[in-house]
Every structure is written in structure tokens, then in C-alpha cells.
């Protein structure tokens, strides 16, 4: 099985100014695209080979672990985006984030302090357990809450060819602008199936 990249639900200019279509043309572009085609070769001739994508990540590790994760990763980051989605999280996932923590407004700062506060490159996770509690969580380089058992809801790409870009050095203005194009239908919808 070869992994195809999938394309993207919005054109390249959709973000901007958020992420500009230069951003999507480097990171989604040749970011995403070289880990699946990487990956690609790795698995070839591997007990990977015919594995779909999830399963690779939760049971590899090395090289092909960092692949098909950041692969993964990306995929996940770039579908929860959009320029007119739904601006709040709504339902069952909007109670959870109240009583654990407080209010939306008190989630989102303490979801850009852990991406602030993260050293080095990885992603910042909201991920839920099987009774549905959730965490936010810090994953070094190419980590993924499904390796643990979580399941992951929303991720925020924090390496920094995600903002270079478009903010330079500041990750703490680039992680307050990503909430302008989350997309709480896809996120809701992420937390209840
Ligand atoms: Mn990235």
C-alpha cells in the first residue's frame, strides 16, 4: 500500500493571514508531502507494508515511527482548519472544557502556554482517554497521544517551518492567530466518535 497525500479541503490562500499560501506551499507542499513519500519507501518490503497508517505509527518506532507520525500529524493538523468554520467548540466537548478548565478562554491560554513552553520542535495535543477526560499534552518532535492510548482531538504544529514564515521567531503570536481557523465542527466531531 502507498500512502497518497491528501489534498487540502481549502485553497492555498483560504488561511491567510493566519498561514499564507507560501506557509502551505513550504509546509504542506514539501513538509507533509516528503514525510509520506519517505515513508513510502521505508515500509516498502516491511511488515509495514500493507499496515494502514495508524496502526504503523502506534507499532513502529525509528525512522519509519518519525515518518508515518509526522505524516499522520500533518494530516491532522491541516483538516481541523478552515477560513469559515465554526468559531467555538459547541456540544458535549464545550461541557468538558468548561468543567475542566474553567472556561474556553482559560483552555486556550493554557493550550498556548504548552505550546510556548515547549523546547525544541514537537506539537501541542488536546487529547481525550476512554472516558473521555481530557489532557492537553507537549510531544517532542514526532510524537502522537495514540501511542499512549489517547485519542487525539486537536493538535497545533509547533516545529518551526509551521510559522517561520509567517511570524518568525514570535510561536506564542502564531499559536494566539491559529484559533481564528480552527474549525470546532471538525474538533467536536473528533471528540464524539
Ligand atoms: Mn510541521
Request: charged share 15%; proline share 2%.
Given at each position: 500500500m502507498k500512502f497518497t497525500q491528501p489534498k487540502l479541503p481549502y485553497s492555498p490562500d483560504a488561511l491567510a493571514p493566519v498561514i499564507s499560501?507560501?506557509?502551505?506551499?513550504?509546509?504542506?507542499?514539501?513538509?507533509?508531502?516528503?514525510?509520506?513519500?519517505?515513508?513510502?519507501?521505508?515500509?516498502e518490503g516491511t511488515e509495514y507494508a500493507e499496515m494502514p497508517l495508524e496502526e504503523i505509527v502506534v507499532n513502529s518506532d525509528g525512522k519509519i515511527f518519525n515518518n508515518a507520525s509526522q505524516?499522520?500529524?500533518?494530516?491532522?493538523?491541516?483538516?481541523?482548519?478552515s477560513p469559515d468554520g465554526l468559531k467555538e467548540p459547541a456540544g458535549k466537548l464545550r461541557d468538558k472544557i468548561e468543567e475542566q478548565f474553567g472556561s474556553f478562554e482559560e483552555f486556550k491560554?493554557?493550550?498556548e502556554e504548552a505550546?510556548?513552553?515547549?523546547?525544541?520542535?514537537g506539537?501541542?495535543?488536546l487529547a481525550a482517554d476512554a472516558d473521555g477526560k481530557l489532557y492537553i499534552l507537549q510531544g517532542k518532535d514526532a510524537e502522537n497521544p495514540m501511542t499512549g492510548g489517547m485519542k487525539p482531538i486537536m493538535v497545533f504544529d509547533v516545529w518551526e517551518h509551521a510559522y517561520y514564515l509567517d511570524y518568525q521567531n514570535l510561536r506564542g503570536a502564531y499559536l494566539k492567530k491559529l484559533w481564528d481557523i480552527v474549525d470546532w465542527s471538525v474538533v467536536d466531531a473528533r471528540y464524539e466518535n
Open positions: 499560501p507560501m506557509t502551505i506551499e513550504y509546509h504542506y507542499g514539501k513538509h507533509e508531502r516528503a514525510y509520506i513519500d519517505t515513508l513510502n519507501k521505508l515500509i505524516a499522520w500529524n500533518h494530516i491532522f493538523y491541516f483538516f481541523q482548519f491560554t493554557k493550550f505550546g510556548t513552553t515547549l523546547f525544541g520542535s506539537w501541542v495535543w
